[in-house]
């Protein structure tokens, strides 16, 4: 599997730095795994390169990969889209439905309810190339973010779980700290000298 990275970005400041991973996945070792979505069809990617007989064919909505626990975003088809898609804009319009992540993340105080909100920023995004060899070299490409951050939590991995029969967009942070809870709270704690129960938790 090739790994390079590039970085991309920066310009006015406005968007921070982010890196782009690239993989590369040959169809001809691990078979029915990338299922790809073209004009509201969904088949194998394998299917796709059968029926191709011009560049053009190979032309796509989406694609996604079907072993994957938990699952990632959908594969977009240039990287421009997948920025736009994980941030709810310009989604695709293929009859299938759009997840997206947003340009912020909300975080709940586990005592009291309070929300509040920070910015997401993306710092990986994955390029994958799907391909076989036989009987000719072809190939799809697609880009997803696999990789985000706040300032409160530091990194963490987009994901989608299916909650109720709906598919919900969440991010698994690295950071082992999985409660929160607001400053008042966190104030209240330690003015009732239980100031030891902050460790389980991150403050905002
Ligand atoms: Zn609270």
Redesign the pocket.
Known sequence: MGFFKKIFGGGGGAEPQFEVVENRLCTDLTRYQVRVRKHGQEMYVEELFQAATKTKDLQFGRFFLLNENPFNPHFAPSLEEAIDWFKGRHLPKDGYPSIFWGKEVSFQ??????EATAPLFITKVEQLSVYTNVPMLMEIVGWRVIEVASDLMGPGMPCKILDMFKTKPIIKWFNPKSKF??L???HRLTGMGRQAELEDYVIF
């Open positions: 105080c586990s005592i009291c309810h309070k809870i607001c008042g709270c966190a």
